[in-house]
């Protein structure tokens, strides 16, 4: 089938798709810290979930809000381009998780189309516990116009450099993460498990999960700049822009952009030796 046999569909736009359930226990919390190489105790113990693990409920509902308006034809040239939390509250276990997403909008470029999931996350009572606003891109393929709206915005500002950051965080990526991280997320995707998969897709080889790579910076962030309680964290949220590869040392740098109204805003970026990994990253902490 040629491009010209496919297009998006701008009927999808708007229109929430059935929503899904998730339950939530502290073993699956536990698993997924241990596969982020999480240090908090209140993760590790499942206790509390780490903020990154928001994903986990809602990962098998985000496909159906993607491909109400992109042909399933693209689905190999899906990335996840952004990735923005807002939280409420923090997941514990026995939550009983109610997640339903729809796309909101897309627009196309020369070298590809981004589209935007946003996605609400409801407990057993109805209230919010998290928003979401997923940012995919299809590479190589123009749909054309823009339709709807795009994520909110996160960008970050270049001034911020001019000064000193207020943290900097040094982690290590272990060689087998991938292996841990995709059963822990229940993320099955082959360019993080299968060596030759990824090198014929025409990567350097298997590389790290986005969301592994946000998860560290996430608990770089609790660290540094909520004093380990990532409850006080508000807003998370990220540009990936380049792969992190198993065995790499990923290196976080957060700056003091704004405070007021109860929280502190931060910008961040991840690089791996001088190459960029993570853009416009943003982190908002309760005072």
């Known amino acids: ?5 496919i297009s998006f569909n701008p009927a999808g736009v708007g229109v929430w798709q059935e929503p899904s359930t998730f339950e939530v226990t502290a073993e699956r919390i536990a698993e997924y810290a241990a596969a ?11 206790e509390l979930a780490p903020p990154a693990f928001a994903i986990v409920p809602v990962f098998g509902a985000m496909g159906s809000a993607a491909f109400s308006i992109a042909p399933v034809d693209l689905l190999p040239r899906l990335l996840h381009g ?33 589209g935007t999931i946003q996605i609400e996350c409801h407990d057993r009572h ?7 606003y997923v940012t995919f891109f299809f590479r190589g393929y123009d749909a054309g116009p823009k339709v709807g709206e795009l994520g909110p915005e996160h960008s970050f500002d270049s001034s911020a450099e001019a000064t ?3 943290a900097t965080v040094v982690q290590h990526v272990d060689h087998d993460q991938t292996y841990r991280y995709g059963p822990a997320a229940g993320d099955p995707v082959p360019i993080h498990l299968d060596e030759d998969f990824a090198t014929a897709a025409g990567l350097p080889g298997i ?10 910076t996430s608990w770089a962030a609790v660290t540094e700049l909520a004093g380990g309680d990532s ?24 700056w003091r952009t704004a405070r007021g109204g109860g929280t502190t805003t931060y910008a961040y970026e991840t690089a791996v030796g001088p190459d960029l990994v993570i853009r416009d990253g943003l982190a908002t902490i309760a005072d």
């Open 36 to 46: 982020t190489n999480d240090p908090i105790a209140a993760h590790r113990s499942g």
């Open 164 to 166: 000193a950051p207020v």
């Open 207 to 216: 590389i790290a999960h986005g969301m592994c790579t946000l998860a560290f």
């Open 82 to 114: 952004e990735q923005d939390f807002h939280f409420h509250r923090p997941i514990r276990p026995g939550d009983v998780l109610t997640t339903r997403c729809k796309a909101t909008g897309y627009e196309g470029k020369p070298t590809g189309t981004r």
């Open 1 to 5: 089938m040629s491009e010209d046999d």
């Open 231 to 254: 409850r006080r964290l508000r807003r998370l949220a990220v540009r990936f822009s380049k792969p992190v590869l198993p065995g790499q040392d990923i290196e976080t740098s957060f």
């Open 126 to 132: 109805g209230q919010l516990v998290n928003e979401q």
